[in-house]
């Protein structure tokens, strides 16, 4: 079983940056793809970014060139650093990982973007 923990949500202003951490326990392998999700209030969940073990990286168009992803394979970490946020950025951020063709979800973050 995989726990995931996620840090580093809150309120700041448009143009502002935030950093997302997320932790994984419980599993002594390396996990698969990791990465970031989010759902604003009346939308569907989307994709934010991934990252494969590899390294590999699949980023939304929405926030290609704002957002930049990260991973610590010994750690067992995933980060997202957000920059010039926007107000449309505004949601619950989750983060997943795979382990063995399995689906983890963190708890969620808020992440409000706001003057």
């Known amino acids: 079983q995989v726990r995931l923990v996620e840090s580093g949500g809150g309120l700041v202003q448009p143009g502002g940056s935030l950093r997302l951490s997320c932790a994984a326990s419980?599993?002594?392998?390396?996990?698969?793809?990791m990465g970031w999700y989010r759902q604003a209030p009346g939308k569907q969940r989307e994709l934010v970014a991934t990252i494969a073990s590899g390294g590999i990286r699949n980023v939304a168009d929405s926030v290609k060139g704002r957002f930049t992803i990260s991973r610590d394979n010994a750690k067992n970490t995933v980060n997202l650093q957000m920059n010039n946020l926007r107000p449309e950025d505004t949601a619950v951020y989750y983060c997943?990982?795979?382990?063995?063709?399995?689906?983890?979800w963190g708890q969620g973050t808020q992440v409000t973007v706001s003057s």
């Open positions: 997943n990982v795979y382990l063995f063709s399995r689906a983890y």
């Open positions: 419980g599993s002594g392998f390396r996990l698969d793809a």
